[in-house]
């Protein structure tokens, strides 16, 4: 019952915030927010699972609950861990833990609304990592995008009512198309599969898969274009060049925590949902698929950053950024080597981090200087020497400096990819690879442009030294990057475990 | 021989830890400790230095060291050679190369150190905490990569030491040119390192290890592959070796700044000249040419990538030299030096010369942090005035300074007796060997004897200019002061100048046929040795015919004069154009061609474009192409469905007989749909 | 079991309680004409309403209606057959009796100061009387009678408050319509009944089967056509929808959302009744050539995209709602088009679900409109601007609706209207012509997030405007919005036992 | 002797179409009413006629049903109409068009 109290535990709180009065909401949440990170630490050091959830492995702190017989399917509560999704889970409660105190300075309206929605979105993303059923983690899945709605649009900048509704129905779009597709495919399999728990579908999926025709059309052709509409629709969530625009006007107009969590883990839903349904359930469409699959991910990386190189908008340019990172693990994923896909699910966590600590520092920027435009400020190393510390190793670290999380992320991937068996893989590789000459062109930049040189604001306020509860989860950020990246074994090996029946085709 | 973990090697470590801990302490105690941790790092340095020579020691003692200590991400893989399994680790590896490294760097890292407390500290300076534990960070990077026994570690650890040139690069980070110079200097290696970094991944998933020594390494696996002519991802072995072997060069290029990568080293003087002595003339520059020196076996494998490396090495030499010629800032002249000389040491490995090129390394490493050293006291003296033009007749007020900076100088230039000249000759001789079978090594070989005129001259103007003839300025009058701090490093450096290059007297052995070639023993293994990382293997390795003008001895003495009557040529020519009261700007008589150099050959002008010019347009146009088309389309799409709202609603006419008769009509068109698809009429 | 002793008229309990509380409320009104002792009226009402909804649960728990054989009380068959209590009838009377109760709640303050306070109650609870008899009636006869119980009410209700214009011609477009309406379903019974030459549901069917009809094909299909339109109307679907914007808007919000929840429920369990019942799939494809299935395929379709469509540019807050009530009758339609001869009662009992949640959800959302109205802070979207920071909780509670209305999670309209996209996939399996189906409300709930999400950012991201007094708190219509928004939300926790009934019901009108 | 039941259908869509068309045409609510009177009587002539066709008297009572329902229509119906004239001075349908789109 572990995953339950973590997902009450954040659900009461958010009630409790939400009528709480506005002066304490910030700490409150705080305080609340520490029990699921301090619970789900606990079932990290406690975790005893191995092998893929959704490929009949042992789960750790599963459990079940019959809940809806829909027909002749049954729908029932049924969560549990793997070694997938239990790193999401912690970067989960700790991301949010931190986000919600690097908002205490931003958030100056309306607060107990504010951190309620913060603490429900957590529940939701607990949720989303740890659901097994189908509908359950739908909902879980389509439970986010409200608080996040309101986030972007309540808190948001000046063009946050348009960056809101285009985030809402762009992504609740792609889902509508996912679900139907995955419904589709579990009707195509007929009596094989008899609920929506997603192991026994997976199981259906990887021996046997779709027999008979399904709309008349025929089984083989069916599945593929199954696997095509969950990838467009999982896709958007990512984001993945073409369906990436929706991305940089949310994370602008987003509050600098929303932004935290829209970079730190809403995107790691989509390529998580990638894994566990394209990348679990389609080995042969995922071999089929290789080649324009790896192209896709080759593009987001280049296209992404040079979108980057282009913006002077501090957090455009993290947030194209983050596109290009999201290529990576796309093409981590598309290897289909241990390597590539733990390394995949190993930069989904270390890019959370990451991303996170880089939105954090230019929030803090933001709070002292009032703008984010690079062409405005310069020198601010002069004033917040502590702040531009971090901000910078927090920039190496996105570069994959070495000993730090990035690095084991991107480097593992980019190993993985190149065994991979599609055809010039190592090409595809060698491209993507680029990416990380342009990533350290455009983040130097920034950093020559905004924190060093003589100092100098546009906006009339003076920059002073930022108040430790914003400093102080940076501070958190950078030692567990630096952690990862010394000892990335303390996942990676987890992760492996669980990626490889996804590869043995089943058993581990 | 390889030694267990016991034995002084167990404490090999701590080597590279000291340094770290000063890092730690000086970043978080820096501002309250005195001195600003300096001491920290001066104790630091200091033991490694003493843990180095005895390191150095053990191995003179017939021992070394092959151990891996942390294995951090390990997991199955699918090489082309076969192998199932690959693990990622840290591991030591002190053989004769990395134990002399070893000392080098640190003794280096330490007189630096203390040079600084004059330097920096005394000025009043701010953020020197800042700058000791940048020091001392790349002090612990740069000591790991130089005993890491695999290419990944390598190549982490190359990284970061280019992240502390960054760092220390941009220490004056209030000024606008220095946060620029800083981010050049890491772009253009990344640059480098980009490549370097396939290189990595590809070794790594072609052999499945990325040691460099013992019977996996990835070396013997290439050998092995060779001789059983296997296909590695399309290619034939060779070929592939090849291309690995390029891409690791990639990194080397960037970091040893060769052409064309070479365009950050003369911005990197932007930085302290403490860290100009140690960065980027002693250790971090040296490093691309230790990787190759470190992975040998695995360039002997392929004679096509060795020329690349003797050609571009030969060609750099020559290149940076001219450009040195016309440089007023003292510095510049030194960094262009660097270059130039880093040329040689590349020429050297690129003809199989490994112990030439090591040579030159060492002796480069000391002559080279002395003049460093020493044109930083000569700014101490003339107040961080750097114009070689604005000086003069230093001679007599800081004759310390003047005697070792002459000592560098003559080492650089490749005078006899001193360092450089025996080194640099080594290179030459190697070089012209092999070159009177390869044409296209006999023409770096040209070049580099060319280069050797030109370092004579820029370093003897620079000499000129800067300590003989009448002061030019006041501040050339009285200069200011400097403290022991200062002195002392010059005087070691010099004597180790003068004197080292005594370790490897190749032509007197050979003329005189005594065994004093010390350091080609060294590096041979008559003392400690790891397997297969020996220069008799490497020279079994290397597929270059030799040839020789008369007897080898003839050959020598030939190549030896030659390129000393050149510098000697090159020296006089300074002295007769510079070494007067009153000296001219004879450069610029050069024309058309001063101009040319001036601008070192437009590199930086192209590089620039290709970053602005090029590159950066495109981004916009991408960005555009983002805003106005894909995003286009997202707002498209919802435009037309709320149009085509706009337009539905239109039927609710609010008129209740246009409701009768559009009911009616709509139940019409049902009824003939159903009736003709129902078949009723 | 208590529901044995009871005779078996009782099973009609539900209907006839309504009707009895109808005539307490004349007997009031009669003793008092000029009473407008609102708590007395409203009460009455309220509790007889709330009486019946605790009679029909009651009976569905005992397992009145449900199949011997499931181990229930068996279905109850009155007068011969002219009423059957089954499932279904039990289902809809629920539906119908909750809406009842809490636009009864809600008009307690809503009527504050108004005439014929009386008259609004009775006609209230006599159209619900009619609503709860058509759930249960079993022949064309009842239906109709039934039906026109359920609609004369509504035509005076709507046209309530006789001095604004807006409530007049709405009333008397309603009431236009509606009569053409019903003239055609009568004239559709007339076809029907002289094809077949009976008017009871299973007769009908019985003679379809032993071939009585054949030959009367044209005429028999007419007729069910003619049905169907009477049955549109009532649903408010294309082309017989074009009364409601209007009459939503015009009409008393309490009204509006009377009419578009629970009057929508007893069309639709008009159809489902008649439709699989009396002509049943397979049969009645021989005598008229194809399966109805073909008509409602058609008219989901275009009924989800016109309600949807014309609602994404509305400006009226009210009006918008009324056409979202036209998108999500086209969705329940789905419940229909997805029939097929073997089964389907996934998709059917998807469309049952989603007609309860939106007893609540729907009603919710139209009567924060009418606290709007209450309020008297105006219509459009730009006059609830901000509304969130005077009435947090009730705007809450608006924000559950809408979200619900657009089918997002963690809110019962989600389940409902997933359950309706997996049940139309499911018939695509049989059906291909259900892809087609599927494909638009993907398009539609889409656009319906648009302007659904538009509310929501008026009432909670716009600033308030400066100039506006501060806002009462009715009890009567705060505890009818709050309790609609508490089961908008618990009731997708609880959503077992609904899916069962629901299911439960639709199986035994399939098999 | 006894007609065909055919015409009696025929009449009664004659009826019906009649009453249709003065639905459309018609803008007085009153006439409005009276063709839909006219609608629901065609439906009438058709009940009865079948019952006699068919030999039950199902149709015939559903007719008397039906004019019942037809009267209260009407009741309710001119109730609508009064206050429509009340508000718009007005008996003309298409008058009223406050609320459109």
Known sequence: ?508 | MVGTGAGPFSYAPAIALFPLAAFVISLVFGRQLPKKGAIPGIFATAASLLFSLWMFATVAGGETYHETLYEWSAGAVTTEVGAEEIAFSFGLLIDPLSALMLVIVSLVAFLVHVFSLGYMNDEGETGLPRYYASLGLFTFSMLAFVYADNLLMAFMFFELVGLCSYLLIGFWFRTKSAPSAAKKAFLVTRFGDYFFLIGVVAIASTFGTVAFAGEESFVVAAETAIEDGTTLFGFDAQTWVTITGLLVLGGVIGKSAQFPLHTWLPDAMEGPTTVSALIHAATMVAAGVYLVARMFGYYALSPTALSIIAFVGGFTALFAATMGVVKDDIKQVLAYSTISQYGYMMLGMGVGGYVAGVFHLMNHAFFKALLFLGSGAVIVLMHHEQDMWKMGGLKDKAPITYYTFLAGALALAGIVPFSGFWSKDEVLFDALIVGLEEPVILAAYAMGLLAVFFTGFYTFRMVFLTFHGEPRTETAEDPHGVGWSIKAPLVVLGLLAALVGFVNLAPIAKVAGMDITFLEYWLDGEYGYVEGLTYHHYHEMVAFEEGYIGSETTTMLLSAGLSLGLALAGAFAAHTLYNVPEPKRHTTKLGGAYTVLRNNYYQDEYQVWLAEGLTLPLARTADLFDRSVIDGAVDGVSGASLFGSSWVKRIQTGLVTNYAALIVAGFIALLLGLGLYGGWF | ?511 | MTVAVEYYVLLSMAVFCIGLMGVLTRRNALLFLMSVELMLNAANINLIAFAFYHGNLTGQVFALFTMALAAAEVAVGLGIILVLYRNFRDVDVTVPTTMRW
């Open chain 3, 1 to 511: 079991m208590a529901a044995y002793q009871l005779p078996q008229w009782a099973a009609l309990a539900p209907a006839l309680l309504l009707a009895l509380t109808g005539l307490v409320l004349f007997l009031i009104d009669s003793i008092s004409p000029r009473s407008t002792d609102r708590t007395l009226l409203a009460g009455t009402a309220a509790v007889g309403a709330l009486a019946s909804l605790a009679v029909a649960v009651w009976f569905t728990a005992a397992g009145v209606g449900t199949p011997t054989v499931d181990g229930g009380e068996g279905v109850i068959e009155i007068f011969d057959g002219q009423f059957v209590v089954d499932q279904l009838a039990l289902y809809f009377m629920i539906v119908v009796t909750i809406v009842t109760a809490l636009i009864v709640v809600a008009s307690y303050d809503y009527l504050a100061g108004h005439t014929y306070q009386a008259e609004y109650y009775s006609l209230v609870v006599l159209a619900a009387t009619g609503m709860a008899t058509v759930a249960a009636a079993n022949s064309l006869v009842t239906i109709f009678i039934a039906l026109e119980l359920t609609s004369l009410p509504s035509y005076a209700l709507v046209a309530i408050l006789k001095d604004n214009r807006g409530s007049v011609e709405a009333g008397l477009k309603y009431f236009l319509i509606g009569a053409l309406s019903s003239a055609i379903f009568v004239y559709g019974i007339s076809l029907v009944y002289g094809a077949t030459g009976v008017l009871q549901l299973d007769s009908i069917a019985e003679v379809i089967a032993d071939g009585g009809a054949d030959g009367f094909g044209g005429l028999l299909g007419l007729g069910i056509l003619m049905l169907l339109g009477g049955i549109a109307f009532k649903t408010a679907s294309v082309p017989f929808h074009f009364w409601a914007p209007e009459a939503y808007e015009g009409a008393p919000a309490p009204i509006s959302a009377f009419l578009s929840s629970a009057s929508k429920a007893a069309g639709f369990v008009i159809a489902f009744r008649v439709f699989n019942v009396a002509f049943p799939l397979g049969e009645i494809g021989n005598v008229i050539g194809f399966d109805w299935t073909v008509a409602f395929v058609v008219l989901a379709i275009v009924t989800m995209t016109v309600g949807n469509f014309a609602a994404a540019t509305q400006e009226n807050v009210k009006r918008m709602l009324a056409y979202s009530s036209i998108g999500h009758a086209g969705y329940a339609l789905i419940g229909l088009a997805g029939l097929s001869a073997d089964g389907g009662e996934l998709v059917m009992g998807a469309a049952l679900m989603h007609l309860l949640v939106y007893g609540f959800m729907n009603t919710g959302a139209f009567l924060f409109v009418a606290l709007a109205e209450h309020w008297g802070v105006g219509r459009t979207f730009e006059d609830y601007n901000g509304l969130s920071s005077q009435a947090p909780v009730a705007c809450g509670a608006m924000a559950v609706f809408l979200f619900s209305l657009a089918g997002i999670p963690p809110f019962g309209g989600f389940f409902s209207k997933y359950f309706l996209f997996t049940g139309a996939l499911q018939a695509a399996t049989a059906n291909t012509a259900m892809l087609a189906v599927a494909a638009a409300l993907v398009v539609n709930s889409a656009l319906s997030l648009y302007y659904y999400s538009r509310l929501v950012k008026a009432l909670w991201i716009e600033d308030p405007p400066a100039t506006r007094d501060r806002l009462g708190q009715p009890t009567g219509l705060y505890a009818a919005i709050v309790v609609a928004a508490v089961m908008t939300i618990v009731i997708l926790p609880g959503f077992g036992p609904v899916a069962e009934a629901a299911t439960g019901a639709a199986e035994a009108l399939v098999n």
């Open chain 1, 1 to 508: 019952m572990m995953i339950e109290a973590l997902i009450a535990v954040a659900l009461i709180g958010a009630l409790v915030t939400f009528v709480a009065p506005n002066r304490v909401a910030g700490k409150l949440a705080f305080a609340i927010s520490l029990v699921p990170a301090a619970l789900s630490l606990w079932m990290f050091t406690a975790f005893d699972g191995s092998g893929n959830a959704l490929l009949d492995g042992d789960l750790a702190f599963e459990s079940h609950l019959e809940w809806i017989q829909l027909g002749e399917y049954s729908i029932e509560w049924f969560v549990g861990l793997d070694g997938i999704s239990l790193p999401l889970v912690v970067m989960t409660t700790i991301l949010c833990s931190l986000a919600i105190l690097s908002s205490w300075t931003p958030i100056d309206s309306r607060e107990s609304q504010f951190y309620g929605l913060v603490l429900f979105i957590e529940a939701n993303l607990i949720g989303v990592f740890s659901a097994l059923d189908f509908f359950v983690w739908f909902i879980f899945w389509e439970a986010v995008l409200i608080p996040m709605y309101l986030l972007i649009g309540v808190w948001g900048g000046p063009d946050r009512k348009y960056a809101a509704i285009k985030f809402f129905v762009y992504t609740n779009v792609a889902s509508l198309v996912m679900f139907g597709a995955f419904i589709a495919l579990v009707f195509g399999l007929g009596d094989a599969v008899t609920s929506f728990a997603m192991p026994e579908i997976a199981d259906a999926m990887v021996n046997g898969g779709v027999q008979s025709s399904v709309f008349g059309i025929d089984p083989g052709t069916f599945t593929a274009l199954v696997f095509i509409a969950m990838f467009l629709g999982f896709a958007v969530k990512v984001p993945v060049v073409p369906f990436h625009t929706w991305l940089p006007d949310a994370h602008v107009q987003a509050p600098t925590p929303a932004s935290v969590l829209l970079a730190g883990v809403l995107l790691k839903m989509g390529t998580y949902a990638l894994l566990r349904f394209n990348f679990t359930m389609f080995p042969e469409q995922v071999e089929t698929f290789a080649v324009p699959i790896a192209a896709i991910a080759v593009i987001s990386v280049i296209y992404g950053a040079m979108l980057a190189l282009a913006q002077t908008d501090l957090k455009r340019i993290v947030a194209y950024s983050s596109v290009s990172s999201m290529g990576y693990v796309i093409l981590g994923l598309i290897a289909y080597t241990q390597f590539g896909v733990g390394g995949a699910t190993f930069q989904m966590v270390s890019h959370g981090l990451i991303s996170g600590l880089m939105f954090m520092s230019v929030g803090v920027i933001y709070n002292v200087t009032h703008t984010r435009s690079v062409e405005e400020m310069s020198g601010l190393a002069d004033r917040m020497p502590i702040a531009v510390g971090i901000l910078v190793a927090g920039a190496f670290g996105y570069m994959g400096l070495p000993l730090m999380s990035g690095f084991h992320g991107e480097f593992t991937i980019f190993f993985g990819a190149f065994q991979a068996d599609f055809a010039y893989a190592p090409l595809f590789t060698a491209l993507a690879m680029f990416g990380i000459v342009i990533v350290a062109g455009y983040l130097l930049f920034a950093l020559q442009r905004t924190v060093f040189g003589p100092y100098h604001l546009e906006t009339d306020y003076d920059v002073g030294r930022a108040p430790l509860h914003d400093v102080a989860p940076m501070f958190v950020l950078l030692a567990l990057i630096i952690a990862l990246g010394v000892a990335p074994e303390l996942i990676f090996d987890m992760i492996t475990n669980a990626v490889d029946p996804i590869l043995n085709g089943g058993d581990l």
